[in-house]
């Protein structure tokens, strides 16, 4: 029995391919490139260097707390020490290690990630409990502080871990390990009296055990991420009984309100999209997943309502999410500011994966659209074009003193980023019993069965910097399916042909993609050609950091201007709204972008006499403005960068 049959999704429902059936070339292949060649590699060899294969080898000493408990610092409770969730970076690392292994043959590292593995097969109890931290560490307190210790979060990594190495890799060591651990977090918690009623802190387990479901088959790893869904916020608040039970005043909670974890009230009444950004977009996915996998009409009526309230009042342009550094997370509708941005990598990773599982209920541009622009924009911003530096925040506008490090107190987002980026390959297409969905465009080949009759396709396009794309369908034999292709908002004309002949997109056009159903044969020829005109974006008044300015945009691409190209101080420079801005081809900067440039106007200061204010406004200059996609930013000279530039 498979874990589709036993959830009983319905036939809508789409799941994402996985990634050893897809092969990307192209913009993407470019940076997938990046990660296998060098991002893996430094993500291990920086959790050595960290410490943390001390935590988890059982054949030496136990490590004792190298980095000390927070203390009222802004960043979390005093309860935590970021050293408890190492296993999740191992986690991460052993899957970003896993897609990059199965793009290019590394025989090293395969057996450094082996070698781990095999700790944790070590480190492993009878009951099949697994927490270096717990066992290592703080060994007794296991199952205390659900709130705050991330012990099922990390679970939650090693799970998807264990499902990635097996996928890319044929070897299931990890992922018996794993089932195992399962297992005793099953028989742990759940709705039988003996039971504990709780869930994580951090969400995280809920999509990870639905991965683990989907790869074995095994319906009660569905049904306790069906739980942990279906608890969260539920009264009595297991928090509150938990921190009795330990000694502990519920009350004494960093944070003060359970609107951090999103467990203030059951996921089906909340409305607003709140707290730490990172885990809304876990337990969102999670969510999403759940309600493909049993049909849960409750569940997506809520999943649309926070996400109406997320891209209506709480995105940047860039795809980016959460403003404050106090919570991590999200504040007051509209509360967007450029410099001080938090907008973390995670978060952005995070909200790929909640538009990537929204699009299991069916192809629907609203999430696809939104997952593309937090892919090309404020999730691989995260990473250096050569894979080798990180970004942990993600401003909109920069001094010049923002720049990327080689490691993090909290080194969550390398191998955030890293694992997205390996497995691009599985946000490109979701298959159905009798559809493929085309969710992002570029070069790359998908591999799949349509009634048991295996079906290739490729795509051929220079896409993000031209929107031509031309399609093979290739079935062993002739097979009939339906192919949606999206056709994003930011396109305003759009033509598409297949075999030659015009399709008029007004009568195959649904929720943003066009549904082309016929019995495909070898040698079709599906062509789409996506005007990318420039556009100038402006912000909701209501965003009061964004008065008077525009940001730039180019099919997928948000824009940025950066002092390298602009000189200095360009908060004097603005954009005139009658100014012509024109796309260039760059094949030699930034490994091949197109740029863009226009005649704008800078404030000049040489005339100032001394003295801060006069009745006189500045003398003009002319200048010329050239913009930069902003996920390229930071890769040359540390300088000034400005996403939102004044409007003249």
């Known amino acids: 029995m498979t874990a589709s049959q036993s959830a009983k999704p319905g036939k809508s429902a789409f799941r994402p391919l996985p990634v050893p059936q897809v092969d990307i070339r192209g913009f993407w292949g470019d940076r997938v490139d990046a990660v296998a060649s060098r ?3 430094i993500l291990y060899d920086r959790c050595v260097e960290a410490g943390m294969l001390d935590q988890i080898d059982p054949d030496r000493d136990p490590p004792g707390v190298r ?13 935590v020490t970021t050293q408890m969730f190492w296993d999740s970076d191992l986690g991460k690392t052993i899957e970003t290690a896993a897609y990059s292994l199965y793009r290019r043959k590394n025989d090293a590292l395969e057996r450094k990630i082996d070698a781990v593995i095999d700790m944790y097969a070590k480190l492993q109890q009878p009951d099949g409990y697994l927490s270096s931290w717990y066992q290592r560490v703080q060994p007794g307190k296991r199952w205390t502080n659900l709130r705050d210790c991330h012990e099922l979060y990390c679970a939650g990594h090693l799970i998807e871990g264990a499902v990635a190495y097996y996928q890319a890799t044929g070897k299931r060591k990890l992922l018996d390990v794993m089932c195992r651990y399962a297992d005793h977090i099953a028989a742990m918690f759940g709705p039988e009296p003996d039971k504990k009623k709780g869930y994580c802190g951090h969400e995280e387990i809920e999509l990870a055990l639905v991965k683990l479901a989907r790869v074995t088959g095994e319906r009660k790893y569905m049904d306790l991420a069906k739980y942990f869904i279906d608890q969260r916020g539920q009264q009595p608040h297991y928090f509150d009984e938990e921190a009795r039970a330990r000694g502990a005043d519920p009350k004494d909670f960093h944070f003060k309100t359970y609107e951090y974890n999103q467990s203030h009230k059951p996921v089906r009444e909340q409305d ?19 309600a493909t996998e049993y049909g849960d009409d409750s569940l997506r009526i809520a999943l649309d309502r926070l996400w109406d309230d997320l891209v209506s009042k709480r995105l940047y342009v860039t795809g980016g999410l959460g403003p404050s550094a106090d919570n991590e997370g999200f504040t007051s509708d509209y509360d967007l500011p450029n410099e001080t941005a938090y907008a973390e990598t995670c978060a952005a990773v995070g909200l790929v994966f909640w538009a990537s599982r929204m699009l299991g209920m069916g192809p629907n541009a609203r999430y696809a659209d ?17 894979g080798s530096l990180f970004f942990y925040e993600n401003p909109l506008e920069s001094r010049g003193i923002h720049n990327r ?10 191998p955030n980023i890293g694992r997205m980026v390996a497995s691009i390959g599985s946000y490109f297409y979701s298959l159905s019993d009798d559809a493929l969905g085309i969710h992002l465009y ?14 290739s396709l490729t795509q051929t396009s220079r896409y993000p910097w031209d929107g031509k794309i031309s399609i093979a369908v290739e079935p062993d034999a002739p097979t009939e399916f339906t192919l949606h292709l999206r056709l994003p908002a930011w396109c305003g004309k759009a033509a598409l042909r297949v075999n030659g002949v015009e399709v008029d997109l007004d ?13 495909w044969h070898k040698g079709d020829r599906v062509e789409l050609d996506l005007d990318m005109a420039v556009a100038r974006l402006f912000a ?37 709204r009658t100014a012509t801005i024109e796309a260039h081809d760059e094949p030699n900067l930034l490994g091949g972008v197109v740029t863009l440039s226009a005649a704008a106007r800078r404030d000049a200061s040489e005339n100032w006499e001394s003295g801060l204010y006069r009745t006189e406004p500045p003398a003009v200059d002319e200048t010329k403005l050239t913009a930069v996609p902003y996920f390229a930013w930071d890769n040359r000279e540390p300088g000034e960068m400005l996403v939102w530039l004044r409007s003249s």
């Open 507 to 519: 009568e195959v056009v649904s929720d943003g993609y066009a549904a082309i159903r016929r019995e």
């Open 67 to 79: 980095i000390p408990f927070h203390v009222n610092d802004g960043f979390t409770a005093s309860t």
């Open 405 to 414: 490090w080689k490691w993090h107190r909290c080194p969550c987002c390398p």
């Open 442 to 455: 570029g070069d790359s080949t998908a591999r799949f069965e349509v009634g048991g009759r295996p079906v």
């Open 370 to 386: 939104i997952m593309e622009r937090a892919l090309y924009n404020g999730s691989i911003s995260g990473l250096s074009l050569d």
């Open 540 to 576: 909701n008044p209501e965003v009061r950091q964004d008065v008077g300015r525009v940001a730039l945009s180019r099919g997928p691409l948000i824009y940025c201007v950066e002092e390298t190209d602009n000189a200095g101080q360009l908060h004097r420079v603005a954009l005139p």
């Open 39 to 41: 991002t893996a590699d």
């Open 272 to 290: 607003k999209v709140v707290g730490h950004a990172v885990r809304a977009m876990y337990l969102y996915s999670g969510m999403a997943d759940i």
